[in-house]
């Protein structure tokens, strides 16, 4: 079966640090993708990881570990902006034809 | 690079009629789009997977009788939501990948409201 867990809810400070996990147990499992979507608007793409390690990309980093089905969000010098919910999606089948599983999605608030 | 839109972006129909949701790649070709719904603070579900030039590919619980789709070409799928119920009012939306690329790419979405 396909399941993915995040943790519902996250506060942070500004300029601080926060870690999102997100944990997962799928079958034909392909790589994982962070996505960010801000209220009533389509998500955007932020990362993905296929090969297990850390990605840095700016202020936001991913991170995967295939033999643990886990994989985390770091996002670094958190601004307001940034206040949104995180949705990690596993990525089955072939390449552009694959299907994304959604986890629950992460809303992060982001308080001054 | 790799825009998706969607028209239109929001809709307000009675109860009993059928509303159209168009899906466009505008710079790009899709071969494969995908239609979500997401219900207020939930997360996407993936409802049915369109091929252009055959049928979709629905996700177990999907009615297609009722969600029709339609990829008429390599930049546009249609979806409509035929006989549509108080419900099914929730915010749709639709993504492409490119050729041979696993990143998925969200048109903007549809608010659908149904009275």
């Known amino acids: 079966g396909q399941n993915i867990d995040q943790p519902t809810e996250m506060t942070a400070t500004e300029g601080a640090i926060v870690q999102i996990n997100c944990t997962y147990q799928t079958s034909g499992f392909n790589g994982l993708f962070w996505y960010q979507q801000h209220a009533g608007e389509a998500p955007t793409f932020l990362s993905y990881?296929?090969?297990?390690g850390l990605e840095e990309k700016g202020r936001f980093s991913s991170f995967l570990s295939r033999s643990k089905g886990y994989s985390y969000l770091l996002l670094k010098e958190l601004q307001m902006k940034d206040s949104a919910s995180y949705l990690c999606?596993?990525?089955?089948?072939?390449?552009?034809?694959?299907?994304?599983?959604f986890g629950q999605g992460t809303t992060l608030q982001v308080k001054p | 690079g790799a825009v998706v839109s969607q028209h239109p972006s929001w809709v307000i129909c009675k109860s009993g009629t059928s509303v159209k949701i168009e899906c466009r790649s505008l710079d790009f070709q899709a071969t494969t789009m995908f239609w979500y719904r997401q219900f207020p603070k939930q997360s996407l579900m993936l409802m049915a997977t369109s091929n252009e030039g055959s049928k979709a590919t629905y996700e177990q619980g999907v009615e297609k009788d009722k969600f029709l789709i339609n990829h008429a070409s390599l930049t546009l799928s249609t979806l409509t939501v035929t006989s549509a119920h108080p419900e099914d009012s929730s915010f749709y939306i639709c993504?492409?990948?490119?050729?041979?690329?696993?990143?998925?790419?969200f048109g903007p979405g549809t608010r659908l409201l149904v009275l």
């Open positions: 993504s492409a990948s490119t050729t041979g690329g696993e990143t998925q790419y």
């Open positions: 999606a596993g990525h089955h089948g072939s390449s552009n034809t694959g299907k994304l599983i």
């Open positions: 990881n296929v090969l297990d």
